[in-house]
């Protein structure tokens, strides 16, 4: 380690202040391969690039399970997520994600289950202007608690819980305590059922995923109890919600020249290039944060043991040297190229079996692309409203939450 090297400042608060743009800015201002900060009084790193993606993901360099800051643990993923794992006890957990969101028939029937009750809602929407984000976390919310298998008694509640949660991760403000309610009130509804479940007081559909998470075995071979059994649970179905940020965004996204009549074309691989783009355009998950295991180096800079290393998400899913023109918005970057692995990394990088790579990346893709040309088919207008995405909140989002005002949905009475 270089001992003349000068002290560095502490960068929490500039973090707070410019959000998305922090990494990226301070990238862009040294001429090192990497970043060097600290974030609450801790050492830490930055990197970004597929080769960073595979350093980052090499658990001989990183560790998660002391990185993720209480808070953050408190509000977004739940104390004991599958998140805070590492190794075989990771492997372990993981597998019972794979094996409920991969796979063709899993993905279409969760889809199936969103554009059923996306239909149906729609047939309302002429009927007042509607907030997009908010009707996509209902509808969401409702689905996605069908396909798990959990009885829902007020999906408005429920939706706005799951937002609050994903929403409040980042701000020490009201928004965080939310959060913290929203999970503390979650975290006891299910933690609740899945006791009533092992009790004979109630059941889970056969072959559903609460029957799954209810059942699952953890690497060291005992049942999940009953509070990390709800917080993996709520690991499904809040992502799975949160999904409503990038369907406000496909309004948003709708306003670029050609890209709408492009998706009324009925050409699904439009459709799954329009999912990629959304996901690497729009800002949702800002960077992903690990320990150094044990004294490493980073194209000759040195990272000691225990440094916190950040790998800068959004820098890098607009980072000029792998996208051409990465901030327009512009599917035509998939169009006959799907992303490579290590290169779009919205939803994290790597390898999804062995590292955290997000389990819900097929699901998301595969939503994205089912209700983007739906909505691109609807008639509505979109009045006068706040269309801004401030990139210094996190998690940002369209802070009008996309109004629309949609004309009568017409049934045709012919055959054509
Ligand atoms: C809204 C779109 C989504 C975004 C932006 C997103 C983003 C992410 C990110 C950045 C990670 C962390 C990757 C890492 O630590 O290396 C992650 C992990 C995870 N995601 Fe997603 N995700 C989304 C949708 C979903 C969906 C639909 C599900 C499930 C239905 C899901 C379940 C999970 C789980 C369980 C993990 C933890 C994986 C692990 O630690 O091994 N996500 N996601």
Not at 50 to 62: L, S
Not at 153 to 160: F, L, P
Not at 297 to 325: C, F, K, S, V
Not at 357 to 363: M, Y
């Amino acid at each position: 380690m270089n001992q003349s090297r000068p002290p560095i400042a502490d960068s929490s608060l500039a973090l707070l202040a410019k959000g998305y743009t922090w990494l990226p800015d301070r990238r862009r201002r040294t001429a090192a391969p990497l970043v060097r900060t600290r974030l609450m009084g801790q050492h830490a790193v930055a990197l970004h690039g597929p080769e960073a993606v595979r350093f980052f993901y090499d658990e001989r360099h990183v560790e998660r399970g002391t990185a993720l800051p209480g808070p953050v643990l408190s509000t977004l993923f739940g104390h004991g997520a599958v998140h805070t794992l590492d190794g075989q006890a990771h492997r372990g957990r993981k597998e019972m994600f794979l094996s409920l969101l991969t796979g063709p028939q899993r993905v279409a029937e969760l889809v199936d289950s969103v554009t059923a009750a996306w239909d149906e809602a729609v047939a309302s929407w002429s009927e007042r202007p509607v907030v997009l984000f908010d009707e996509a976390s209902r509808i969401l919310t409702q689905a996605v608690c069908r396909w798990v298998g959990i009885p829902l008694a007020d999906a408005e509640s429920t939706a706005r819980d799951m937002v609050a949660m994903v929403d409040g991760f980042a701000t020490p403000g009201p928004r965080h305590w939310r959060a913290r309610r929203a999970r503390a009130r979650s975290e006891a509804w299910l933690a609740g059922l899945v006791e009533e479940i092992r009790a004979d007081r109630a059941t889970a559909p056969a072959g559903s995923a609460l029957e799954a998470v209810v059942r699952h075995l953890d690497s060291d071979g005992s049942l999940l109890d009953p509070h990390t059994a709800a917080v993996e649970l709520l690991n499904v179905i809040r992502p799975t919600v949160a999904v409503c940020w990038f369907v406000s965004y496909a309004g948003h996204a709708l306003r670029t020249p050609g890209v709408r009549e492009r998706l009324r074309e009925d050409d699904p691989a439009y459709a799954v290039a329009f999912a990629h783009e959304l996901r690497r355009f729009y800002p949702f998950a800002p960077f992903l944060g690990g320990r150094a295991v044990t004294d490493l180096e980073w194209r000759g800079e040195p990272i000691p043991a225990g440094t916190l290393i950040l790998h800068d998400l959004y820098g890098q899913n607009h980072d000029a040297d792998l996208w051409e023109e990465p901030y327009a918005f512009a599917p035509q970057h998939f169009v006959g190229r799907p992303p490579q692995r290590d290169e779009l990394v919205p939803q994290g990088g790597g390898d999804r079996t062995t590292g955290h790579r997000c389990p819900g990346e097929d699901v998301t893709v595969a939503l994205l692309a089912a209700l983007g040309p739906r909505l691109a088919r609807l008639d509505y207008d979109v009045p006068e409203q706040d269309l801004r995405i401030p990139l210094n909140r996190m998690p940002t989002r369209v802070r009008s939450g996309f109004v629309i005002h949609a004309a009568p949905v017409r049934v045709a009475a012919t055959a054509h």
